[in-house]
Nanobody, 118 residues
Framework: QVQLVESGGGLVQAGGSLRLSCAAS????????MGWYRQAPGKQRELVAT???????NYADSVKGRFTISGDNAKKTVYIQMSSLKPEDTGVYYC????????????WGQGTQVTVSS
């Protein structure tokens, strides 16, 4: 069983910064990648950023230049530093991880709320 636990969400003013953390626990040696998605009220969940075990990163266009993802595959942790936050960044941020072992396994955290006030 794999569990992902996010932390670091909260309320911040526009232009501010937040850092989210996610730690994985359970019977798994490592992941092929980890990342963050978010879901705003009334909208579908969308990709924010991902990072592979090799360090390759991918960002949504809307966060490029403002967010930075990092991770430690050995520690099974992933972080996202969010700067220059905008009200449209408001939503529930979900940590995710995946591994390929014959088939694709994906795991999700419970989410942490990020609210950016104008």
């Amino acid at each position: 069983q794999v569990q992902l636990v996010e932390s670091g969400g909260g309320l911040v003013q526009a232009g501010g910064s937040l850092r989210l953390s996610c730690a994985a626990s359970g019977s798994i040696f490592s992941f092929n990648g980890m990342g963050w998605y978010r879901q705003a009220p009334g909208k579908q969940r969308e990709l924010v950023a991902t990072i592979t075990s090799g360090g390759s990163t991918n960002y949504a266009d809307s966060v490029k230049g403002r967010f930075t993802i990092s991770g430690d595959n050995a520690k099974k942790t992933v972080y996202i530093q969010m700067s220059s936050l905008k009200p449209e960044d408001t939503g529930v941020y979900y940590c995710t991880s995946y591994r390929v072992a014959g088939k694709l396994y994906t795991y999700w955290g419970q989410g942490t709320q990020v609210t950016v006030s104008s």
